[in-house]
Nanobody
Framework: QVQLQESGPGLVKPSQTLSLTCTVSGGSITTNYYYWSWIRQPPGKGLEWMGAIAYSGSTYYSPSLKSRTSISRDTSKNQFTLQLSSVTPEDTAVYYC?????????WGQGTQVTVSS
């Protein structure tokens, strides 16, 4: 069974870079043709797909976040990471990693990230 777990700082200062890691167990991020996504949900708002990295390493980003979003991976650790630069309080949200793009079948539990000085 595939499991995903987000990790990283829960508090980030404005203008800094938000960095999160998703650790995947029970499945390889490189060998089964899946896409691995980052999705967030600000308080009181809906889910927002941020981007994904494919099994091949190719990356894809939401147009609204592309300019300041970077997704990468460490295949030796079966992890993929999110970096969101120049954050503002509007980036405060619960951040999820998930397998898939259109209808993710596996999700992490989510991690709260607050942008505040």
């Amino acid at each position: 069974q595939v499991q995903l777990q987000e990790s990283g700082p829960g508090l980030v200062k404005p203008s800094q870079t938000l960095s999160l890691t998703c650790t995947v167990s029970g499945g390889s991020i490189t060998t089964n043709y899946y896409y691995w996504s980052w999705i967030r949900q600000p308080p009181g708002k809906g889910l927002e797909w941020m981007g994904a990295i494919a099994y091949s390493g190719s990356t894809y980003y939401s147009p609204s976040l592309k300019s300041r979003t970077s997704i990468s991976r460490d295949t030796s650790k079966n992890q993929f990471t999110l970096q969101l630069s120049s954050v503002t309080p509007e980036d405060t949200a619960v951040y999820y990693c998930a397998r898939g793009v259109r209808a993710p079948g596996y999700w992490g539990q989510g991690t709260q990230v607050t942008v505040s000085s």
